[in-house]
C-alpha cells in the first residue's frame, strides 16, 4: 500500500519568505508526527498529533513554526519569516495508534534558505 | 546532555567483516529502543527493535543493558548493501506524547 508521502521534496527559499510542507500520511493512521533533520544529526521531533490536536508542540523551536491537520489526515507544517538555520531536511511519520512504537517516516522535504 | 549519545564513526571494514555500534541513553524512563537504517538522503527505516534478552534477524544482533542504559547492534559478515547510517533510537509513550528520540547515526561503509 502507500506509504507516508511528503511534497514538495525539495523546496527553495529566501530568507524571510514564508513556506508550507504538506505530508500525507499513510491512510488510516491517527497518529502523525514531524522531525527536523539537520545535516550529520538524527532527526529531532517537533510536533505530533493524535487525529486533529496537537497533543504535543513541545518540540517547535519558536512561534514562527505552527502546524495544522484539520481533517485528521493531511497535516501542512507552516514556517513564518524564514531564516538560514531553518534550512533542513522536514520528516514527516505517522503510526497507527498514539500508542504503535513503529512510527513509519516519509522521505522528506528538503528546505533551503537562501 | 544529549537523549541518546552514540559514536558518528564512520566505520570503514572490508567484506565479510563484523562490526559493532553502541549507543548510550540518558533517561531511564526510556521504554522502547530501535535501531533505524537511514540511506544517504532517504528517509529512516526501521531495522529492529532491540529487547533486554538480545534479539537477532539474521546477520544483525541487537542487546539492550537497561541497568547502563546502553543499546548495541552487531552486524557479522557485513555486506555492501550495509553501507548506510545507523540510528539508535529510544521511545517515551505516555498520554498526549509518542516521542522517538534519535542520535547523531554512525556512519558505516563495507568495502569491497
Known amino acids: 500500500g502507500a506509504g507516508v508521502s511528503q511534497t514538495p521534496s525539495n523546496k527553495v527559499t529566501e530568507k524571510g519568505k514564508y513556506v508550507e510542507l504538506r505530508c500525507d500520511p499513510i491512510?488510516?493512521?491517527?497518529?502523525l508526527y514531524w522531525y527536523r533533520q539537520s545535516l550529520g544529526q538524527g532527526p529531532e521531533f517537533l510536533i505530533y498529533?493524535?487525529?486533529?490536536?496537537?497533543?504535543?508542540d513541545s518540540g517547535l523551536p519558536n512561534d514562527r513554526f505552527f502546524a495544522v491537520r484539520p481533517e485528521g489526515s493531511v497535516s501542512t507544517l507552516k514556517i513564518q519569516r524564514t531564516e538560514r538555520g531553518d534550512s533542513a531536511v522536514y520528516l514527516c511519520?505517522?503510526?497507527?495508534?498514539?500508542?504503535?512504537?513503529?512510527?513509519?517516516f516519509g522521505p522528506g522535504t528538503r528546505l533551503t534558505v537562501t | 546532555r544529549k537523549e541518546v549519545e552514540q559514536d558518528p564513526g564512520p566505520f570503514n571494514v572490508p567484506e565479510g567483516a563484523t562490526v559493532a555500534f553502541n549507543c548510550t541513553y540518558s533517561?531511564?524512563?526510556?521504554?522502547?529502543f530501535f535501531w533505524y537504517r537511514q540511506d544517504c538522503r532517504k528517509e529512516p527505516k526501521l531495522l529492529m527493535s532491540?529487547?533486554?534478552s538480545g534479539n537477532e534477524d539474521g546477520r544483525f544482533t541487537a542487546q539492550l543493558n537497561r541497568a547502563s542504559q546502553y543499546i548495541s547492534l552487531l552486524i557479522r559478515d557485513s555486506k555492501l548493501s550495509d553501507s548506510a547510517t545507523y540510528l539508535c533510537?529510544?521511545?517515551?509513550?505516555?498520554?498526549?506524547?509518542?516521542?522517538?528520540?534519535f542520535g547523531t547515526g554512525t556512519r558505516l561503509t563495507v568495502i569491497p
Open positions: 511519520a505517522s503510526s497507527a495508534t498514539g500508542y504503535s512504537y513503529e512510527q513509519y
Open positions: 491512510s488510516g493512521h491517527t497518529a
Open positions: 498529533f493524535q487525529g486533529t490536536g496537537a497533543a504535543d
Open positions: 533517561n531511564s524512563a526510556s521504554q522502547s
Open positions: 532491540v529487547y533486554s
Open positions: 533510537v529510544v521511545q517515551r509513550i505516555r498520554t498526549g506524547a509518542n516521542n522517538l528520540f
